[in-house]
């Protein structure tokens, strides 16, 4: 390939993976294969000025701008970290440091999220920043507000700019991407493509039911503030940030080898993402005379850890159906110990994923854990290839053998089956899941195997098993016990409001949110039946999809006799008005603040809001109640001095039991 076609070929490579990553938010290729090609792309093109092209992704180094949210211009560029990744490196640029003058260093984890910049005017939140391309971020105030660890008030009428790490903890990550899955939306890749998605959701309330974190790291312009970062952090931390507890204060180079060291040990146990340590020297007075380069100062570097990469073989590709029929591909792998656990398999997503990484099976691969937790095979081991024929996707369903249809502008396919045995299971499972009807005893395994028995083929079956309770009872693993439970579970779930009946339907497009969205609107079936599609398009936050999806979904007979049946059956399929126009939340705002001994947060916005209510997170004069749970902090001192009416758990309980 001549030189010209390789920069070409380069440039589309990356601007792929920049697509994917910046914009979908699913990563096409590994940050290190990426930075290999951008760094074989910078060096072709230095080589070659005459193929200059101002639309090179070269040109654009240094972060994104969105357009989604206003601009911020800053008056102190966010700089970035030059990067060492051996002992020998991390030394020399000691050493560097040390011929200047002698330093103490503060060692800290370098989170794995994005960063942000905000400003706090007399003690009070004002504004928060991506950092963008470092002098024009965007503004994501209303988002950052809602991390529930950031305070909006600081302990001291400061005036202050700092600066932290957004990221998502583990367990929301997996809890998100568990949410996802059972909408069958695309999975993030990462805690920190999730963290980013969300921090660029336009809707603050996604953000806030997402769960993010952070951890502030710094103060702009510190020495007007204090003389070491030591006493910096000592300094965020008093003001009320959630600063790293374990950032280490070394004294030497030997020491500062040593913690990143234990760091690394560290960070397989932590329930965040980390890619590595950073080392700043310790005093202030010594960042001017260390000096800076054009993108980073001399005075700090960041140390990166090595992911850990296992190789082993794709023994197979296998094919899982979804409950809307969606088919994905997943590398059946000879198993493999990665970061901790052995790993067997790793999801392929669909055709094109597989294409464009020429996957096949009997390819060597190089596998990682995405964000340590998620299997992901990061590229073919090309010269370990034998005469394997390239990857060819499956044209009938696996499950029945219908065949498959992929929608235009859609990566999946479907199978178009509508008796497919793998849907009416998928649909099941997910009728009777917790988010929806809740039929604790209903799971997998149980679903399955009433299926197979012939005794649930449909959703209105499961309201008639009860009929075949002494059957059930000699089924092997039932008996008297737990076939009593499930019955009695089947009953409570009548009880389930409307937007979880509707949700638990599996219709496509209609995920739990847009399912509450539409009941909260049309209040009843009989209602929605009777709407038409630009009635449905017109409703708020209703794309043009989601009004077809459930529109066609209701001009359908065998749909409409099925929920026919199960309003005969007694579920809910309206909102129980009365109860809400007499309760005394109704039509109130409501701010949640604190740990509450029965209910989780999610529980108790819902009984509020079954109640008419409304749950936001800030609390400001239009705040009517407060619930404060057991160590409640700057809300419920800010909702005292506004004259916000203060709920504690008893008085609340007492009142939705009235
Ligand atoms: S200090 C002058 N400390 O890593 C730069 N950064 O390229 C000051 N990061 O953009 C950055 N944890 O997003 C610093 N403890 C930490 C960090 C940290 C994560 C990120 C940050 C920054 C990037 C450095």
Redesign the pocket.
Do not use: T
């Given at each position: 390939m001549n030189v010209k076609s390789k920069i070409e070929q380069l440039r589309q490579q990356i601007h792929d993976a920049n697509h994917a990553y910046h914009t979908l938010d699913q990563p096409l290729i590994s940050d290190y294969n990426y930075d290999l090609l951008l760094n074989e792309l910078i060096q072709l093109e230095q080589e070659h000025p005459e193929f200059f092209d101002a639309t090179s992704p070269t040109q654009k180094i240094g972060g994104y701008v969105l357009d989604k949210f206003e601009k911020v211009t800053r008056d102190v560029p966010?700089?970035?970290?030059s990067n060492v990744f051996n002992q020998e490196e991390l030394f020399k640029f000691i050493e560097r440091i040390e011929e200047v003058t002698s330093s103490e260093y503060i060692i800290?984890?370098?989170?794995?999220?994005?960063?942000v910049s905000i400003k706090y005017e007399k003690g009070l939140f004002k504004q928060a920043a991506t950092?963008g391309n470092g002098l024009v971020g965007e503004d994501i105030t209303h988002n950052v507000k809602t991390i529930k660890s950031l305070p909006l008030k600081l302990s001291e009428p400061i005036t202050i700019e700092v600066?932290g790490?957004i990221f998502m903890p583990h367990k929301s990550f997996l809890k998100l991407n568990e949410q996802r899955k059972r909408n069958e939306e695309p999975l993030f890749a990462n805690p920190r493509n999730a963290a980013a998605g969300t921090i660029r959701q336009l809707d603050s309330q996604i953000v806030a039911d997402r769960e993010l974190d952070i951890?502030v790291?710094?103060i702009v312009d510190p020495q007007s503030y204090t003389q070491s970062h030591k006493d910096a952090l000592a300094l965020l931390k008093k003001l009320g940030f959630k600063v790293?507890q374990h950032a280490t204060h070394t004294m030497n180079k030997e020491d500062v080898w040593k913690t990143i060291q234990k760091f690394d040990q560290l960070r397989k146990s932590l329930p965040y993402d980390t890619d590595g340590a950073?080392i700043?020297v310790n005093a202030y007075d010594k960042y001017d005379m260390i000096g800076y380069t054009a993108k980073?100062?001399k005075w700090?570097t960041?140390y990166k850890f090595q992911a850990e990469i296992a190789e082993t073989t794709i023994q197979d590709i296998t094919f899982q159906v979804g409950r809307t029929g969606v088919i994905t591909p997943v590398a059946e792998l000879e198993p493999v110990s990665v970061s901790g656990t052995t790993v067997s398999r790793a999801t392929l997503h669909n055709e094109d994923y597989i294409t464009i990484k020429d996957i096949r099976i009997g390819d060597t691969v190089r596998i990682h854990k995405a964000g340590e937790i998620i299997p992901e095979v990061i590229e073919v081991v090309l010269s370990e290839r034998k005469n394997q024929p390239p990857f060819k996707m499956i044209t009938t369903c696996p499950v029945c053998g219908a065949s498959l249809e992929r929608i235009d502008g859609e990566a999946d396919h479907y199978c178009t089956n509508d008796s497919c045995e793998a849907k009416h299971i998928g649909q099941l499972i997910h009728f009777s899941s917790r988010v929806a009807m809740d039929i604790d005893s209903l799971g997998e395994k149980v679903v399955e195997t009433l299926f197979e028995k012939g005794y649930t083929k449909t959703i209105t079956d499961i309201y008639h098993l009860h009929q075949y309770r002494e059957e059930l009872k000699i089924l092997p693993g039932f008996g008297d016990k737990k076939v009593e439970k499930l019955i009695e579970a089947i009953e409570q779930s009548k009880k389930q409001p409307f937007h979880k009946v509707l949700f638990g339907l599996g219709i496509k497009h209609i995920g739990a949110k847009v399912a509450k969205i539409l009941v909260n609107y049309f209040k009843s079936m009989d209602a929605m039946l009777e709407a038409n599609i630009e009635d449905i398009q017109n409703i708020h936050e209703i794309g043009p999809e989601i009004a077809q999806s459930i529109f066609s979904y209701l001009r359908n007979e065998e749909n409409i006799t099925h929920i026919q049946k199960l309003i005969e059956l007694g579920l809910q399929f309206q909102v129980e008005n009365q109860v809400i126009k007499e309760h005394q939340f109704n039509g109130k705002t409501f701010v949640l603040t604190g740990k509450l001994e029965s209910f989780s947060r999610d529980q108790a916005s819902e009984i509020i809001e079954s109640l008419g209510g409304k749950v936001t997170s800030s609390v400001s004069k239009l705040t009517d109640y407060l619930l404060a749970g057991s160590d409640a902090g700057s809300k419920l001192k800010k909702a005292e001095s506004l004259g916000v009416t203060i709920l504690n758990e008893a008085t609340f309980k007492d009142i939705i039991h009235e």
């Open positions: 966010m700089m970035s970290l800290e984890l370098k989170i794995d999220g994005l960063a950092r600066r790490e951890f790291y710094a790293n950073v700043k980073s100062p700090a960041a």
